[in-house]
């Protein structure tokens, strides 16, 4: 399909492990969003890639947390040495910004459990 | 930086009654959106708002965006029971700034 997409849509794992997440976003977007959301919360804004420019990562929570974005498409959200604190969903969201139209496609998430 | 709050973060209606939400930023605005998640789903896009005093609706809807462009409100009137999840709004700095959502409010309809 033209969304975005998300994997794997669940992850469990153990405390101390790390995890890779994944985001395909839609094609030509060129904002890429990540939030956290535990249950029952808010979107808890991680990093923001737009184009060629350096990534604001000024949500991310530690330095557990890290993301790339390949060739302004892909993106991988890295969790290492996970804490039980990070269990929650990642969204994804992509937008086509620059003209005004800020508006984010989300993807489904990834729901990670980390026991 | 800025920061975009909601009130209320939970509201009970009862099946017909009218809702609204409320959205305050700490800096002027470029736009607002507004996002309706439904519970177990993920945020869905329902409205840009780009001029000061703009209002606009969709059906049951209406979404209004401040005159000094630092406030929004989505009002439901006659609510359903489908109406029910969390409503975020989020602002845009414009150009390539990044977009910051709000605090959410979530809706609970009883039938």
């Known amino acids: 399909g033209a969304g975005v997409s998300q994997s794997p849509s669940n992850k469990v794992t153990e405390k101390g492990k790390d995890v890779e997440l994944r985001c395909d976003p839609i094609s030509g977007h060129t904002a890429l969003y990540w939030y956290r959301q535990s249950l029952g919360q808010g979107l808890e804004f991680l990093i923001y890639?737009?184009?060629?420019?350096?990534?604001?990562k000024s949500g991310l929570p530690s330095d557990r947390f890290s993301a790339e974005r390949t060739g302004g498409s892909v993106s991988t959200l890295t969790i290492q040495r996970t804490q039980q604190e990070d269990s929650a969903v990642y969204l994804c969201?992509?937008?086509?910004?620059?003209?005004?139209?800020?508006?984010?496609?989300f993807g489904p998430g990834t729901r990670l459990t980390v026991l | 930086g800025q920061q975009v709050m909601q009130i209320p973060q939970y509201q009970h209606v009862q099946e017909g009654e009218d809702f609204t939400t409320y959205c305050n930023s700490s800096t002027t605005l470029s736009n607002i959106q507004w996002y309706k998640q439904r519970p177990g789903g993920h945020p869905v896009f329902l409205i840009q708002?780009?001029?000061?005093?703009e209002v606009k609706k969709q059906k049951r809807l209406t979404f209004q965006f401040g005159e000094a462009k630092k406030n929004s409100s989505l009002h439901i009137t006659a609510t359903q029971t489908t109406d029910v999840g969390t409503y975020f709004c989020?602002?845009?700095?414009?150009?390539?700034?990044?977009?910051?959502f709000g605090t959410g409010t979530k809706l609970q309809v009883i039938p």
């Open positions: 989020a602002g845009g700095a414009g150009g390539y700034q990044k977009v910051t």
């Open positions: 890639f737009q184009g060629n420019s350096a990534p604001d």
């Open positions: 969201a992509s937008s086509f910004s620059g003209d005004d139209t800020d508006t984010q496609y």
């Open positions: 708002l780009v001029k000061s005093g």
